[in-house]
């Protein structure tokens, strides 16, 4: 029964090291990437509740260029995520991709931002994946400093 309410074995760390073939890391990045942008284009499509509350509904135009932007960002932020956590432990890279590839893409769809603001957000994203690997990097190279 403690085998079961343990956290410290290493089948069900969420903080691990992911080593293996490229084509895996290259179909994780893919397949997060895909489901971010899709649950994020699902949620513009609709609003619970009347029009004063929360985020407005898709905003009218083409919302391919949109998806396309936030499709690359999602890309870029889950190949670096994943990329460090082949290296060292990194806590929740699939969620920590998901989310920000999510939450831009459903209010890059609710709100229409111009190019500038777009490009502002995407680097706002990438920027968040990049300190979070920075973290992992550091916390990572200080435990084995201190495991030698």
Do not use: K, Q
Request: glycine fraction near 10%; hydrophobic fraction near 55%; include cysteine.
């Amino acid at each position: 029964m403690n085998e079961l309410l343990d956290s410290s074995s290493p089948d069900e760390s969420e903080e691990t090291v992911r080593p293996g073939p490229l084509w895996r890391h290259a179909a994780w990045v893919a397949g997060i990437t895909v489901c971010a942008v899709g649950v994020g284009w699902a949620s513009a499509l609709f609003r619970i509740g009347p029009a004063e509350y929360g985020l407005p509904s898709a905003a009218p135009g083409a919302a391919w260029p949109y998806l396309v932007a936030w499709t690359a960002t999602g890309l870029a932020a889950a190949a670096t995520l994943r990329a460090v956590a082949a290296r060292v432990p990194v806590y929740a890279p699939g969620r920590t991709a998901a989310l920000l590839t999510a939450l831009g893409t459903r209010l890059s769809l609710g709100w229409r931002p111009e190019a500038p603001v777009l490009g502002a957000m995407a680097a706002a994203a990438l920027a968040v994946a990049a300190i979070w690997c920075a973290l992992s990097l550091r916390s990572g190279s200080s435990a084995t400093a201190v495991g030698e």
